[in-house]
């Protein structure tokens, strides 16, 4: 399942490069707007967040979170569900019937959901070995902003006047979603390719990620109030969410570089776990 899920992915991203670059030609050739407009960006951007990032996350956790979380193995038929849902949603997307496809998608997030058995109780402890144990906790609120990102794609469809709902949408799918994975997944993953067993600082993975989640937290929830003109305090906030979100990621390159640089002592073996 999981290598279906991200040739799926892979075939949507491929389907992006073609899309940007047959739209640009004919921008260019018809000199009718130095940018995509609005609704030709839309098209662009659900093509490259739901066609292409979603389905390779969802392919790389059916292989990697049945283990790390100690769950059941995933539901082969409501994961094909979801990525039939996704996929359906994606080229209603692109057609232009935004109501239909934010409704796929966002039928899609809940039955991943179900599919990953991510509400169930572990069978045993979490595999957190170098890390820091709340991470299955981050993995779980990842789908979490999965769901939010497709629920407010449906109240965009419906309600977005100047893309304030739309931005927000996107962002928890881009930052809460994908971002807290990767942020989770990669102090497990990456340190095994230099032969280290635990990251620099399993204090700073928390850091990085709680961080990630207020900045999302606030941008998500202001971007609307701002953009649609709701309340004109969240202009304030919109740039407070940016630095908070760029501290974590300084902080998340900051752990994972000294991982790799200082993983090893000079006779070859793992440094103590610094905490």
């Known amino acids: 399942m999981w290598i279906v899920s991200v040739l799926i992915g892979t075939a949507g991203l491929a389907a992006a490069v073609v899309f940007n670059f047959i739209q640009c030609i004919h921008l260019a050739v018809s000199g009718a707007s130095p940018s995509f407009p609005p609704a030709l960006d839309q ?41 039939g849902l996704v996929v359906a949603g994606v080229l209603c997307g692109v057609a232009g ?15 991943i959901g179900s599919a990953l058995h991510l509400a ?8 957190v070995q170098g890390i820091h144990p709340s991470f299955s906790f981050f993995i779980r609120i990842s789908y979490v902003w999965l ?30 979603f994908a971002a807290t994975m990767v942020f989770s997944i990669g102090p497990r993953i990456l340190p095994n390719f230099t032969g280290v067993r635990s990251i620099f600082s399993k204090r700073l993975m928390l850091v ?63 440094i103590p776990d610094n905490g």
Request: hydrophobic share 55%.
């Open 43 to 83: 098209r662009y951007l659900v093509l490259l967040g739901w066609g292409f990032v979603v389905p390779c996350v969802w392919g790389f956790s059916v292989r990697w979170l049945q283990a790390f979380l100690s769950i059941s193995k995933p539901n082969a038929r409501q994961f094909r569900l979801a990525l």
């Open 97 to 111: 019937w935004s109501r239909v496809a934010t409704i796929l998608i966002a039928a899609s997030t809940v039955a």
């Open 120 to 127: 169930e109780r572990p069978h045993r402890p979490a595999k």
């Open 147 to 176: 769901i939010v990102a497709g629920t407010m794609g449906v109240w965009a469809a419906n309600a977005d006047v100047h893309g304030g709902i739309w931005g927000a949408s996107r962002h928890a799918l881009i930052v809460g």
């Open 208 to 270: 990085s990620l709680a961080l990630l989640q207020a900045g999302c937290t606030l941008r998500v929830f202001s971007e609307p109030l701002a953009y649609e003109g709701i309340a004109h305090f969240a202009w304030r906030s919109l740039p407070v969410s940016g630095m908070i979100e760029l501290c974590a990621v300084l902080v998340f390159a900051l752990n994972m570089s000294l991982t790799m640089l200082l993983g090893r002592s000079a006779f070859g073996q793992p």
